[in-house]
């Protein structure tokens, strides 16, 4: 059984972790596993791997869950990524930062590295900041 040249279809993994500091290397490493397991290209990896730092980041800092969902979705040539927490009352920020800012950049990163993202409510209890990129087979991106 050979890997295939492009990422397979229809197929969702999902990791749950602690809302702690190391969470945001626990998933970075995680999403970057997952994609290079289904035989995404590396400009794709590090793409995410840049996202899910910085959304992953805002969920521990700032919604006050207990708990941080990530899920990778593989969706025919694209690649969904979505990040859950416990605080749907609590929104990212998206203002607009100094070149010297060290804080309050995250989104607008996510913004100028993935092909679309959002940030929604689901129910009363739950956010998702998700983002995705098209997916590109290793050697072709």
């Not at 490493?29 to 910085?54: F, H, M, Q, T, Y």
């Not at 700032?62 to 979705?73: R, W």
């Not at 070149?99 to 993202?117: S, Y």
Request: net charge negative; charged share 20%.
């Amino acid at each position: 059984m050979g890997i295939s040249a492009v990422p397979a279809e229809g197929l969702t993994y999902r990791m749950v972790a602690p809302s702690r500091a190391e969470a945001v290397k626990v998933a970075r490493d995680w999403v970057v596993a997952v994609l290079r397991s289904a035989g995404c290209g590396a400009e794709v990896g590090e793409r995410a791997r840049l996202c899910v730092s910085e959304v992953v980041t805002n969920a521990h800092r700032h919604a006050d869950s207990p708990e941080i969902a990530v899920e990778v979705a593989l969706l025919g040539g694209r690649v969904a990524v979505y990040v859950y927490d416990c605080a749907p009352e609590r929104w990212p920020e998206q203002g607009t930062r100094g070149v010297m800012a060290t804080h309050g950049r995250g989104l607008a990163l996510v913004a100028a590295t993935a092909d679309d993202w959002a940030a929604v409510a689901q129910g009363d209890c739950v956010k998702v900041v998700w983002f995705g990129f098209a997916a590109t087979a290793e050697g072709t991106g």
